[in-house]
């Protein structure tokens, strides 16, 4: 049996056959569409390599079913930088982190930084350090590079000029 | 991970239907099935897809003054209700303080609250578990067990129930809503999970097929909104299940406790009340020497399953705590690290 399963992928709408249901979102992309800039750590929901935004939101790709998500938008780290004719421009996160040294061998980075572009929408850190590593908390950096991450985001979110904090509760 | 069918009903009913079939199981976010899944703890045959049902994500207002949450209701989503949160702090606080902001997202109030264990003997297959595979032992009682229960255990599984979620709300005597080919049924969260005895395999109340579709709290639920708190202590400050948590919830009037509510995590089976704590509790003034009576009825029946009879002083401490910061008034903003009980004022600083 094969199932056809639509995602609007970085803004590009694909449709893939997906002829086994157990394929998660992540080897979906991975595998099926070639965007490994999503990394696979853990594969359990440990670590955070595998984040990605869905409708909007950051989830764990490695504990979703593809096939479940049919219809989704879903947003990786090759869809945040701005494409153009000079080359582009980096996203603003992905700015800070090189300018913080937000990572060290790197491969936690692309989680890091489409939950850091999260943090930054939910708009519930403002600019106390405490929350902004709260908010990050669910991303592992296995190189510990973790001041240099709470500073970038920090620095990001000034940069995007991001809406104050939030009241959460 | 074995081969499975995938099945997308459209409606509840269709739902139903679709899991009366042997060997299938619903499938929420699935943060805790594939997880499952993957390590060939669960093998199920069929998945049957509730997360596209139509109208369980709402969280809606009862004419009683309850609330009725959907049982697709995302747990960062309730959390966030801002109406929600506010009559309801230690829900919201235990929520936050429970998994990270990436499967908050996804998980929903259903699967929280049927979120399996996580015994490690029970996420190995190569261990004996009676839970997994009735008769065959528990390599837990005289393993690794210090993260293993205090209360409720038996011979048979010395698991404990791991979600944050559930304390408060079995505190606030929430009740759950079910479907089921026989029609639909409720069931107090305190009588929902149940405790191993003989039969470790058996779960929860629901029969094979039945499903959750609804979870209420009741109006009164919300008079202890002024000083209501969820704590939890974790190995590391984030991002980890409670090793023993607690909730605390009173009703002050004329400086006294007028009524409160006391429940415990990561000590039992299922979320903990402690109701003759707070018998204990009720109609006294709120004083350091109370809440240590408090704390020790609370564990009075505790005994560790192995070596973790620290979780019992552990659980005591975080009751008093849990007490003391509940009297001292909801913070006005959620903590900076919901939950934590090292911070002492609402935003303190922790780590410099
Ligand atoms: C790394 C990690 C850390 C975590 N830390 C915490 C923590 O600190 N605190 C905490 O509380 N939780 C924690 N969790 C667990 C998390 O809260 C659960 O995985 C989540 O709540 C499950 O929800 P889900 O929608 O993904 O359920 P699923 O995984 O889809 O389902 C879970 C179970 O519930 C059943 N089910 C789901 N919905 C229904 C329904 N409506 N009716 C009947 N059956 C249903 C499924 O069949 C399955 O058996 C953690 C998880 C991970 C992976
Ligand atoms: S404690 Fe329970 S879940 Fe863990 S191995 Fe023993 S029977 Fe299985
Ligand atoms: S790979 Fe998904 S959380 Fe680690
Ligand atoms: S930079 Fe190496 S794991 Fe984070």
Known sequence: ?169 | MKPFDYVRPATVQAAVAAAAEPGAVYLAAGTNLLDLMKGGVSRPNRLVDVSHLPDLDRIEELADGGVRIGALVRNADLARDLSFARRFPAVAEALLSGASAQLRNAATVGGNLLQRTRCAYFYDTASACNKRDPGAGCDARFGDNRQHAVLGWSESCIATHPSDFCVPLVALDAVVEIEGEAGRREIPLENFHRLPGDTPQRESMLEPGEMIVALRLPAAAAQFAAHARYLKIRDRTSYAFAVVSAAAALRIAGGAIAEARLALGGVALKPWRAREAEAILNGARADAALFDRAAQSALAAAKPSGGNGFKIELARRIVKRALTLAAAGTPERMPALPASPFAAVSGEVIHA
């Not at chain 1, 945040?80 to 004719?85: D, E, M």
């Not at chain 1, 300018?99 to 943090?119: E, K, N």
């Not at chain 1, 929408?121 to 190189?143: I, K």
């Open chain 1, 1 to 169: 049996m094969s199932v056809p399963t639509t995602l609007t992928v970085n803004g590009v709408k694909r449709t893939i056959e997906i002829d086994d249901p157990r394929v998660t979102l992540l080897d979906l992309l991975r595998e099926h569409l070639h965007l490994t800039g999503t990394k696979k750590g853990c594969d359990r929901g440990q670590c955070g390599a595998c984040t990605v935004i869905v409708d909007g939101r950051r989830i764990n790709s490695c504990l979703a079913l593809a096939i479940s998500h049919d219809g989704a938008e879903v947003l990786t780290i090759e869809g945040v930088a701005q494409s153009g004719a000079q080359g582009g421009r980096l996203h603003p996160v992905q700015e800070a982190f090189i300018a913080h040294d937000g990572l060290q061998c790197g491969f936690c980075t692309p989680g890091q930084i489409m939950s850091a572009i999260a943090v930054i929408q939910e708009g519930e850190a403002g600019d106390d350090p405490e929350r902004v590593r709260e908010a990050m908390s669910g991303n592992l950096c296995r190189c510990g590079a973790y001041q240099g991450i709470t500073e970038a985001v920090l620095e990001a979110q000034k940069a995007l000029g991001a809406a104050s904090v939030r009241k959460v509760a």
